[in-house]
């Protein structure tokens, strides 16, 4: 017991329940002995002799008949369904679970491993169905093979598919299709830019960290510039996330070709047309209304993460400083000027992921595809000169001789000379530099100053009176009770209102931006997107 002044002022009872406990003090309380005591306790007590004088816990020998009371809360949260419900379950969800437009909510609480049907797989895991010891070994119990076929006339039938479905051009045993050493070796090392393991490990962490992923494509050449296999990934791997298409610079393109590319790729997935610009963009108001109607279909997260992929040079740095209005993220026109992913702040609830620009191995696409799309600087091309042919075959004649002022020319090498000795730049000896004015051309294609685009294969000619599309992202809730769930509180809503000027959204109602998730509308009007390059009517009609 302490004598000091504290001590000897405490109250001193004679009541048995407030006995102190053996250790208590000034220094260590009633609950801190018990902690104590809990630690130290369970143990088995011995004598001096090693004989037991106490079990430890549960280490007793004399064990009492025990019966276990039974109680219907053991039973409380099973659920049963027919097979013929469970038939109708299957076909209704199968049906909504692979539409982008459907977004599936509270999967925890849904039998969504009910939705595969075993029995439709083709290819099963033998082991999971056979032990591996009850095939070989001495305790085998099989004694006839498994055939994926019925019999001798099936067997041969489906050789017979298979030989008449071969496609020679895509089968990789063969030589002439197989990556070797040698064809790695005669491609340029600047070919790879953009395929190595960490700017795919990079890839890979944005897909992982974001709950929406903003695919962001070229509006002259979106389908070459789509990422197949991260889609692929995506809708195998990641389900549960949301892809979007983003549009971006439709301002180097015609309305109606950006018209007609939003109707084509709505079709696969959501796809919004955006022009990224800090004074004058365009989708900027319907993105940010987009994203916010996602925070609804989230409401048990704290926040959700957008992430933005896509080939290099395609503009994902510079959706993200038009959504902020302010350059939080380096641009440059050139490829590869974002090195690693990078978390940046658009709301309290929405954060946004750069990520670098990555490029997808295509075996259809040739060295001067890969240099067109932008994926390659300039400056590292050794010869720039030739891939001018392809972007004059590209280009309409009049777009180039209003550009250079050069008005005939038989071939590239014609026009390189003409462009040369116009602009002044020429070698020792007045010998025209073919290597400068080459990487000038190929310059002024990536950066628009030369109009080119590519339409749609059904959509080859431009149509009259379409400038205005409605894109319907109809988001339909599959638990009644998500409504409840869809209600923002007045302190977001305020904080998510400051700093959008975008003229769409001054065009928007407050009622429109609180719609229910029962349908989620994100009109563009596209006779609003500022056309900065400079088309002949024939391209604007």
């Known amino acids: 017991m302490g004598v000091q002044k504290k001590e000897a002022s405490r109250p001193k009872s004679s009541t048995p329940g407030n006995q102190k406990l053996k250790g208590e003090n000034f220094y260590r309380d009633r609950k ?13 007590r011995y004598d001096r002799d090693g004989n037991l004088v106490k079990a430890a816990d549960f280490q007793s020998k004399e064990a009492a008949p025990a019966r276990i009371e039974p109680n219907r809360k053991w039973f409380g949260n099973t659920r049963v369904i027919g097979q013929k419900a469970l038939e109708e379950f299957r076909e209704q969800m199968s049906a909504k679970i692979n539409d982008p437009y459907q977004v599936l909510l509270r999967r925890s609480k849904l039998p969504t491993s009910l939705l595969h049907d075993n029995t439709k797989i083709g290819r099963v895991n033998m082991l999971q169905t056979e032990a591996f010891s009850d095939t070989f070994g001495p305790k085998a119990q ?46 340029d090392w600047y070919f ?119 080939y290099p040079n395609t503009g994902k740095s510079s959706i993200i400083n038009t959504l902020r209005q302010k350059k939080v993220c380096n641009v440059a026109p050139v490829p590869g000027e974002t090195k690693v992913w990078q978390y940046i702040t658009m709301t309290r609830k929405i954060y946004l992921i750069d990520c670098p620009g990555i490029v997808q191995f295509s075996s259809t696409d040739t060295d001067t595809d890969i ?64 290597h400068v004015v080459s990487k000038m051309v190929i310059n002024d294609w990536l950066r628009g100053r030369l109009p080119h685009y590519r339409a749609p294969p059904e959509f080859a ?39 959008d000027s975008d003229g769409e959204e001054d065009e928007e109602s407050d009622g429109k931006n609180r719609v229910t998730l029962a349908s989620l509308n994100v009109v563009q009007q596209f006779s609003k997107i500022p056309v900065m390059a400079d088309y002949l009517p024939i391209d604007l009609e």
């Open 192 to 310: 790879n830019a953009g395929t190595s393991k960490r700017i795919w490990n990079e890839l890979y962490k944005v897909v992982d960290s974001s709950d929406i992923i903003l695919h962001v494509l070229d509006a002259r050449d979106p389908e070459g510039t789509r990422c197949r296999h991260v889609e692929k990934h995506i809708k195998t791997e990641a389900p549960h996330k949301h892809l979007i298409f983003v549009l971006n610079k439709v301002d180097l393109v015609p309305t109606w070709v950006t018209a007609r590319w939003v109707k084509v790729l709505s079709r696969e997935y959501p796809t919004l047309a955006f022009h990224a610009s800090i004074n004058n963009s365009f989708g900027k108001g319907s993105l940010i209304q987009l994203l916010r109607q996602f925070t609804k279909l989230h409401s048990d997260k704290r926040q959700i993460s957008v992430g933005l992929i896509g």
């Open 461 to 499: 000619d431009p149509l009259d009176g379409e400038s205005k599309v409605k894109t319907d992202t109809d988001v339909e809730m599959l638990d009644n009770q998500g409504k409840d769930e869809s209600k923002e509180s007045a302190e977001y809503a305020a904080e998510d209102s400051e700093g």
């Open 371 to 434: 240099v067109l799309k932008g994926s390659i600087r300039t400056q590292s091309l050794l010869t720039p000169e030739d891939y001018v042919p392809e972007i004059l075959s590209r280009v309409r004649r009049e777009y180039v001789q209003r550009h250079y002022n050069i008005d005939k020319w038989n071939d590239a090498h014609e026009f390189l000379t003409e462009l040369a000795n116009s602009t002044g730049k020429l070698n020792k000896g007045g010998e025209p530099d073919l």
């Open 142 to 187: 099989r004694k006839r093979p498994k055939l994926n076929v019925e019999g001798y006339e099936h067997m041969v039938q489906s050789i017979t598919d298979s030989t008449d479905s071969y496609d020679y051009k895509k089968d990789t045993n063969l030589v002439e299709n197989r990556q070797s050493e040698y064809a790695e070796n005669i491609r």
């Open 32 to 44: 801190k002995i018990k902690y104590i005591n809990m630690l130290r306790g369970g143990r088995a």
